[in-house]
T-cell receptor
Framework: LAKTTQPISMDSYEGQEVNITCSHNNIATNDYITWYQQFPSQGPRFIIQGYKTKVTNEVASLFIPADRKSSTLSLPRVSLSDTAVYYCLVGGPTSGTYKYIFGTGTRLKVLA | EPEVTQTPSHQVTQMGQEVILRCVPISNHLYFYWYRQILGQKVEFLVSFYNNEISEKSEIFDDQFSVERPDGSNFTLKIRSTKLEDSAMYFC?????????????????FGSGTRLTVV
């Protein structure tokens, strides 16, 4: 399984765009990149998943460069309710494993 | 949006007692997982389950733990003799495909968790 590295914490202000970058130098050819959000005392919640280039949904965008060794989760115009821990996970149907391994994630704090 | 349901939301048990945590995965999902999170720490993988058998388990998942899918809808985690260090949030998750992949979609779906407190 590819190891991921993210910043431990980030602060932002309401209304700003937040970009959280994750490095995954050993990503395998068939691996996908998935981001989850976790609020205190709740289960992780799927945000977005991608393989390459750019993926956008109603919540976030995910930018993946051509070499796929990193990815950036972009949250447009954050609000206080976006304060959470964000996890970058790498895996896929041929990764040879049945599990995701969670790292420490990035603790995002949105300030008023 | 389909949900993974976990019961109870909070359980307090005496050390040495057996507990069963229950989960109802999303109905068309084939892969099931248990994770735990000790307060303030990482989400840790415990076990994955597919086709009525364990696919993978971590070193945390020792002989005190077992999983079962007793019918077509429930997925349970049993801890035979609880220890103080088993106190944690336990999350159940399910997915359609291994690795949490299903085309451009949803990865794993996690339940809201059971907070287990061993006293």
């Amino acid at each position: 399984l590819a190891k991921t590295t993210q910043p431990i914490s980030m602060d932002s202000y309401e209304g700003q765009e937040v970009n959280i970058t994750c490095s995954h130098n050993n990503i395998a050819t068939n691996d996908y990149i998935t981001w989850y959000q976790q609020f205190p005392s709740q289960g992780p919640r799927f945000i977005i998943q991608g393989y390459k280039t750019k993926v956008t949904n109603e919540v976030a965008s995910l930018f993946i460069p051509a070499d796929r060794k990193s990815s950036t989760l972009s949250l447009p115009r954050v609000s206080l309710s976006d304060t959470a821990v964000y996890y970058c996970l790498v895996g896929g149907p041929t990764s040879g494993t049945y599990k995701y391994i969670f790292g420490t994630g990035t603790r995002l704090k949105v300030l008023a | 949006e389909p949900e993974v349901t976990q019961t109870p939301s909070h359980q307090v048990t005496q050390m040495g007692q057996e507990v069963i945590l229950r989960c109802v995965p999303i109905s068309n999902h084939l892969y099931f997982y248990w994770y735990r999170q000790i307060l303030g720490q990482k989400v840790e993988f415990l076990v994955s389950f597919y086709n009525n058998e364990i696919s993978e388990k971590s070193e945390i998942f020792d002989d005190q733990f077992s999983v079962e899918r007793p019918d077509g809808s429930n997925f349970t985690l049993k801890i035979r003799s609880t220890k103080l260090e088993d106190s944690a949030m336990y999350f159940c998750a399910s997915s359609e495909e291994t690795g949490g992949y299903r085309g451009y979609s949803y990865g794993y779906t996690f339940g809201s968790g059971t907070r287990l407190t061993v006293v």
